[in-house]
């Protein structure tokens, strides 16, 4: 059965994808998981406040630190997914992991297919590709196609050089199913 992510495993995972996560610091002082700029590190160096249980905590069925708790609860509720879509933290790495994208590859269906290779661990179908490449190319409501981007054309398929379209494929493809749940 389907099974959502925990709060860390999901926070390991988009470091990992932007190329943030910081593998090799280990011991240390903790840190708080919320703080700006992100700490990139794993989640069990964070601090956990016995008093206060953190928003991000309790949205992510996270352990309450005042008891001993055997097996976390496993729900999935509309604050989840609003998170992903309205957070700070996954807009950045996003933007963070569409950055490699536009520099990892030259034309838009190369990018797409390096996402849904780094993101998703699979190779897109056409129709994923063509849905992609239609997102990130499509006209803005005051007829610049790029959004204020440069484009440049390389034989059929146009480069989009800016990453505001990017980032938010990125954005919507961290924030799936896919991407949040195991099989």
Known sequence: PRKRLEMEAMRYALLAVSGELDTSTMGGRPYDLETEPVV????VYAFINRDIIS???STFDGADPT?????????TV?????YALNSAFIQDRAAAVAKLAVDAAATDGDRVEWLY????????????????????????PNGDSTNGDTTETTGEISVVAGSERWAQ??????ASNEFMFLD
């Open 40 to 43: 990139p590190r794993r989640s």
């Open 55 to 57: 928003s991000l905590s």
């Open 117 to 140: 290779q780094r993101i998703y661990l699979r190779q897109p179908d056409p129709k994923e590709i063509e849905l992609a490449i239609a997102f990130v190319t499509r006209p803005h």
């Open 67 to 75: 008891s001993c708790t055997v097996k976390r609860p496993d729900t």
């Open 78 to 82: 509309p604050q989840q997914t609003l």
């Open 169 to 174: 494929l990125a954005h919507a493809m961290l």
